[in-house]
């Protein structure tokens, strides 16, 4: 992996940009539950996001299917091009479904707050990474997939 795309798919993850990170930078004060709630509600948004990429993994799936069903003239190529692009999807939702994995909080968790909230960040960080590689598989189907098409339409 090249060192900009590892960072593209790192960025944010690794501690910067929660609040604590903010209320240092700043001297801004906040309780536990502020910080716990944040990283929940980050968590929220990102299983959001993977609801959403699960379905368009799912319509790219589809739409692979019916290229391979309409061929013209049976082709290596577009075969080859299209089941690249189903593998890119499957593998996209394989990772996507990793990201959606149900997490709550356990009460003996709450004992140590610092601790917790590493934890959740921990979780936060490794999912957003997952989430991110599943968005580029997706993404490369989608261009796989359209260049298969194009090519049966050839």
């Known amino acids: 992996m090249t060192p900009r ?6 960025q944010g993850t690794g501690g910067a940009g929660t609040k604590a990170d903010e209320a240092r930078k700043t001297k801004l004060s906040f ?22 990429l699960l379905q368009f993994d799912a319509i ?18 577009v075969t080859v091009m299209v089941g690249a692009a189903l593998l890119f999807a499957a593998l996209s939702s394989v990772m996507t479904l990793s990201v959606v994995y149900v997490f709550w909080t356990e009460a003996h968790e709450l004992e140590s707050d610092i601790m917790y909230a590493k934890h959740l960040r921990e979780v936060l960080d490794s999912r957003t990474f997952r989430y991110r590689l599943a968005w580029c598989l997706s993404c490369l189907s989608l261009g796989v997939v359209a260049i298969g098409a194009a090519l049966n339409v050839l």
């Open 31 to 52: 309780t536990p539950k502020d910080l716990h709630d944040h990283l929940y509600d980050c968590l929220s948004i990102l299983d959001g996001k993977a609801a959403a």
């Open 60 to 77: 790219l799936v589809a739409t692979s299917a019916i290229v391979l069903t309409l061929q013209k003239a049976p082709s290596a190529g």
């Open 5 to 10: 795309l590892k960072g593209k798919l790192t």
